[in-house]
């Protein structure tokens, strides 16, 4: 997020002020007498769009439509051809990967019964 904020020539006084929320943010939580307090481990969807930002940007030039909203992504290939759309779909997928892999981060996967 950081390089993001940086790239995107956000001012210093701001990144800092981001980066301070990132580092410190905590979260409370009273019920009846019992008082909670934690430190966040996620971030804020503001400059997540940042972030992602690169990576749509990066997609774009391929030749595919996508598209980002809140903290997901689709990824469009038409075609009438399934075993060309489902190479395109894998590099596509090869290059998100690539992505998280030089921006520490990773993909979760999450399946449905």
């Not at 690169?54 to 809140?70: D, I, M, N, P, Y």
């Not at 038409?78 to 290059?95: A, D, N, P």
């Not at 990773?106 to 399946?111: E, P």
Request: a positive charge; one cysteine or more; glycine letters at 8%.
């Amino acid at each position: 997020m950081r390089r993001a904020l940086r790239d995107h020539k956000v001012s210093f006084a701001v990144q800092q002020w981001i980066s301070a929320l990132l580092d410190q943010r905590k979260v409370g939580v009273q019920v009846g007498s019992i008082y909670i307090r934690v430190k966040t481990q996620c971030g804020l969807p503001t400059p997540w769009s940042l972030v992602a930002d690169s990576l749509l940007k990066r997609l774009s030039t391929r030749g595919v439509f996508v598209q980002g909203f809140a903290d997901g992504g689709t990824i469009l290939i038409i075609g009438k051809v399934v075993s060309t759309l489902s190479e395109i779909m894998q590099r596509m997928l090869h290059g998100v990967e690539k992505w998280c892999t030089d921006n520490c981060l990773l993909i979760l996967v999450k399946h449905s019964a």
